[in-house]
């Protein structure tokens, strides 16, 4: 499932800007189709643009029926009446998904058999202070068995002591839930550490939610900004 709004604050209909011939959302659809690794894969949109774009170009595309603040409840709205087990959910701002990535989110239900997992997602090292500072990156931290502890648009954990040999993890919006999850989610209001920090993981964490990170070194290009976009081109390119 990739949830797409055609409103974005920092960069106003971001996804159907081009990429390379193709608006990044189509290039996104196609590079999680690619992939090989779903049944079925959905964009599930609010615009009538991004809906008429994908089904235009062959894909399999569901319009929203109700206003919705996040991608978790918008996808649990699509999948409601779906007889399904495992949802993955793809930032539809990431044309430069890889199969190697998705792979690595799914594994983690296969050993999983006594269910104690409701989602996993994925991390990637950064090093660069500026990204690490940078409220726009979503940073995690984890125990012991890659759960994670938190997540936070500050620097986490704080150093204090910079003699400590630290590792910064950014998150990647990939998750994969566990349906029963999803639909939990949409039901549970939103408590005090979400509306804080505008990241949707946390409410998970806050009821009581197992989130399994996984640990990735494709970073991508996540396209929030014109600038990002320039970036994605050149890549592409």
Known sequence: MIPARYAASRFPAK?????????????????A??????????????ST????????????AIMSQKEHECGSDR???AVAAMDVDIIVNVQGDEPFTDRKSLAGVIEVF???????IDLASLMTKIT?????????????IVDNQSFA?????????????????TTYFKHKGIYAFRKSALMDFQKLPMLMLEATEKIEA???????????????????????TPEDLEKAIKVWK
């Open 15 to 31: 996804l159907m800007q081009d990429l390379v011939g193709k608006p990044v959302i189509l290039r996104t659809y196609e590079a």
């Open 149 to 165: 502890l938190y997540f936070s648009r500050s620097p986490i954990p704080y150093p204090r002591d910079k003699n400590v040999a």
């Open 33 to 46: 189709v690619n992939t090989g690794l779903f049944q079925e894969v959905y964009v599930v949109t609010d």
């Open 75 to 77: 996808i649990a709205e």
């Open 128 to 140: 660069d202070w500026e990204e690490i500072n940078n409220p726009n990156t979503v940073k995690v």
């Open 110 to 116: 296969k050993d999983d058999p006594d269910k104690v």
């Open 49 to 60: 643009i991004i809906y008429d774009t994908i089904v235009a170009n062959g894909g399999k």
């Open 202 to 224: 946390i409410r998970y964490l806050e009821y009581g939610k197992k989130i399994k990170m996984v640990e990735t070194n494709v970073t991508g290009i996540e396209i929030d």
